[in-house]
């Protein structure tokens, strides 16, 4: 692929983004490391980013997206932090801890799905456990719940107490300017270490997805950047484009892009969001026992094995220099202890 011009220079991409309110919260930049002993194995040059390493509370893409959103909030004088989503939602943890850090309240409406969330709510695990450590309210709704609504009656339940809530919409900007700038660390770190990615690819949930696309077409980078979907959802290039569109415009980049320029694939989601695939865990224990590194049974498993599948049918060879990105999850890992016992062949 030929690279195409550049309408903005990397330091200009940090300035425009340098404007925006954000605040600190996570440990960046993050490191991109080889992975030698899967690269040797696979037959493809293989590099990791290290987005489970953004540092608070056990890291997440997530950290990235809450610097801009939460200083929005703050900007405008909230008290209140209101998000929602599944019941080992990263999300919801990382939010949690970010209001912890920043003296907040934190109001989470958690979605119940009995095929993906086989505890009690008396015996949290994982996410859910770390949500009721960093002080978070949460409520609990039926899985089938309109989650829009249940996030703003919550809001109006705290505004009738006095307070100025924030409600986190799903998809909103911030995830799209923390991985802008998430682009812009790999774009150094590439230069720094020789490497001419051919793939990034990763676990989308459309805002990180967002930043990636905006990024490397201001740059004119001819990466190809491909998410890994963790649910049925076929619209999500619109949405995707759609999103790109306005943070070019908040930013004002002059680019656009069309769905057709997303690079996007439904084929590892499996039975559904949440619910392991066996290929996504056959993946997680050889990315734990090949290099010591641990995935989650949602996003990154199955991202990773989009890779291991690309690479065992040839679509991905020696001659592609692949970067992975972690966007984090693994306290989920705790959560799904039988899938887990069950995939590394553990008996009594």
């Given at each position: 692929?030929?690279?195409?011009?550049?309408?903005?220079?990397?330091?200009?991409?940090?300035?425009?983004?340098?404007?925006?309110?954000?605040?600190?919260?996570?440990?960046?930049?993050?490191?991109?490391?080889?992975?030698?002993?899967?690269?040797?194995?696979?037959?493809?040059?293989?590099?990791?980013?290290?987005?489970?390493?953004?540092?608070?509370?056990?890291?997440?893409?997530?950290?990235?997206?809450?610097?801009?959103?939460?200083?929005?909030?703050?900007?405008?004088?909230?008290?209140?932090?209101?998000?929602?989503?599944?019941?080992?939602?990263?999300?919801?943890?990382?939010?949690?801890?970010?209001?912890?850090?920043?003296?907040?309240?934190?109001?989470?409406?958690?979605?119940?799905?009995?095929?993906?969330?086989?505890?009690?709510?008396?015996?949290?695990?994982?996410?859910?456990?770390?949500?009721?450590?960093?002080?978070?309210?949460?409520?609990?709704?039926?899985?089938?719940?309109?989650?829009?609504?249940?996030?703003?009656?919550?809001?109006?339940?705290?505004?009738?107490?006095?307070?100025?809530?924030?409600?986190?919409?799903?998809?909103?900007?911030?995830?799209?300017?923390?991985?802008?700038?998430?682009?812009?660390?790999?774009?150094?770190?590439?230069?720094?270490?020789?490497?001419?990615?051919?793939?990034?690819?990763?676990?989308?949930?459309?805002?990180?997805?967002?930043?990636?696309?905006?990024?490397?077409?201001?740059?004119?980078?001819?990466?190809?950047?491909?998410?890994?979907?963790?649910?049925?959802?076929?619209?999500?290039?619109?949405?995707?484009?759609?999103?790109?569109?306005?943070?070019?415009?908040?930013?004002?980049?002059?680019?656009?892009?069309?769905?057709?320029?997303?690079?996007?694939?439904?084929?590892?989601?499996?039975?559904?969001?949440?619910?392991?695939?066996?290929?996504?865990?056959?993946?997680?224990?050889?990315?734990?026992?090949?290099?010591?590194?641990?995935?989650?049974?949602?996003?990154?498993?199955?991202?990773?094995?989009?890779?291991?599948?690309?690479?065992?049918?040839?679509?991905?060879?020696?001659?592609?220099t692949v970067v992975f990105v972690h966007t984090g999850g693994v306290p989920a890992l705790f959560a799904y202890q039988p899938t887990v016992l069950k995939a590394i062949g553990w008996s009594v």
């Amino acid at each position: 692929m030929v690279e195409a011009s550049p309408v903005v220079t990397e330091a200009e991409l940090h300035q425009r983004l340098a404007r925006l309110p954000r605040v600190a919260l996570g440990t960046l930049p993050t490191p991109l490391e080889p992975l030698p002993r899967l690269s040797e194995l696979l037959g493809v040059r293989l590099f990791i980013k290290r987005d489970d390493l953004t540092g608070l509370a056990l890291g997440g893409n997530k950290v990235r997206h809450l610097e801009f959103t939460l200083a929005m909030a703050m900007e405008q004088g909230c008290d209140v932090i209101i998000n929602g989503a599944a019941v080992q939602s990263n999300y919801c943890r990382q939010t949690a801890a970010a209001c912890a850090k920043l003296g907040l309240k934190c109001a989470l409406v958690l979605r119940r799905d009995q095929r993906i969330d086989p505890f009690k709510t008396s015996e949290p695990q994982g996410n859910l456990l770390l949500d009721y450590l960093f002080g978070a309210d949460v409520r609990f709704v039926d899985a089938d719940a309109d989650m829009d609504a249940e996030k703003e009656r919550l809001a109006e339940e705290y505004r009738a107490k006095g307070h100025k809530p924030f409600v986190i919409k799903h998809p909103d900007l911030g995830g799209g300017f923390g991985y802008l700038l998430c682009l812009l660390e790999l774009v150094q770190q590439c230069r720094q270490m020789g490497l001419k990615p051919t793939y990034l690819i990763h676990s989308s949930s459309t805002p990180t997805q967002v930043g990636f696309v905006v990024g490397a077409k201001a740059l004119g980078l001819n990466w190809r950047i491909l998410g890994i979907s963790p649910h049925h959802r076929p619209d999500a290039p619109d949405r995707i484009a759609e999103l790109s569109n306005l943070v070019a415009e908040r930013l004002n980049l002059p680019v656009r892009i069309t769905p057709d320029e997303i690079g996007y694939t439904l084929a590892h989601v499996g039975e559904g969001y949440g619910i392991p695939t066996k290929e996504g865990m056959d993946a997680l224990v050889l990315m734990a026992r090949t290099e010591g590194i641990l995935l989650d049974p949602v996003y990154t498993a199955k991202a990773f094995a989009a890779i291991v599948d690309m690479a065992r049918k040839g679509e991905l060879t020696k001659e592609h220099t692949v970067v992975f990105v972690h966007t984090g999850g693994v306290p989920a890992l705790f959560a799904y202890q039988p899938t887990v016992l069950k995939a590394i062949g553990w008996s009594v």
